[in-house]
Nanobody
Framework: VQLQACGGGLVQPGGSLRLSCVASGSTFSIKDMGWYRQAPGNRNELVATITRGGSTNYADSVKGRFTISRDNANRLYLQMNSLKPEDTAVYSC?????????WGPGTQVTVSS
């Protein structure tokens, strides 16, 4: 499984961005997918996850602002609203099958005025 994320950029506080992640390869085996982020000096942290059945889980810091979704083609999305400077980080997508976790290269999100 290969993953490619895109959609990052520079946005002002209070603004919105939509990240996308496309999975290719043996996508039929994918069960859960998720978004993670890492800010400079911080460890990688979970942002949101979604199961194949559509059940979602969010970090407390993004609840009510971010929405994770996926389509049948194994494209993963993260709609980010009301962005804050502390949301600045490199965002990466992850896919999990029965045996392995797969990571794609991240996309930079910078929230600054």
């Amino acid at each position: 499984v290969q993953l490619q994320a895109c959609g990052g950029g520079l946005v002002q506080p209070g603004g919105s961005l939509r990240l996308s992640c496309v999975a290719s390869g043996s996508t039929f085996s994918i069960k859960d997918m998720g978004w993670y982020r890492q800010a400079p000096g911080n460890r990688n942290e979970l942002v949101a996850t979604i199961t194949r059945g559509g059940s979602t889980n969010y970090a407390d810091s993004v609840k009510g602002r971010f929405t994770i979704s996926r389509d049948n083609a194994n494209r993963l999305y993260l709609q980010m609203n009301s962005l804050k400077p502390e949301d600045t980080a490199v965002y990466s997508c992850k896919a999990r099958d029965r045996l392995f976790d797969y990571w794609g290269p991240g996309t930079q999100v910078t929230v600054s005025s």
